[in-house]
């Protein structure tokens, strides 16, 4: 159950991300607000998480789900670049968490 409320820790946290292009330095108050929730919500999902999987381990994965899906969803939905190097090093990043998933004792 720790790896489902880590990978939900991490879809929060691409939401939060997200949400803050929106709040225009939290002058508008429905998108602070929502942004403000998911926030919240991924910190007390990876809280749940760590209960069993290592900080380390959590804290890495939940970053770099995090970091790429913030960067994927920036391609798709705002219109980012895509070029091979972004998508390689996204590719990387990737591959660090699939490496830290099996490399954990959890």
Do not use: D, N, Q
């Amino acid at each position: 159950m720790s790896w489902i409320y880590l990978l939900l820790a991490g879809l929060f946290e691409i939401a939060f991300a997200l949400g803050l292009k929106h709040t225009e330095g939290f002058t508008r108050l429905w998108p602070s607000l929502g942004t403000a929730a998911a926030a919240a919500v991924s910190l007390y999902l990876l809280t749940l998480a760590l209960r069993t999987i290592p900080v380390g381990t959590a804290y890495a994965i939940w970053t770099g789900v995090g970091a790429c899906g913030v960067a994927l969803m920036g391609i798709v939905l705002l219109g980012e670049s895509a070029s091979p190097a972004r998508l390689a090093c996204i590719g990387l990043i990737v591959a660090g968490v699939i490496g830290l998933k099996l490399a954990s004792p959890a």
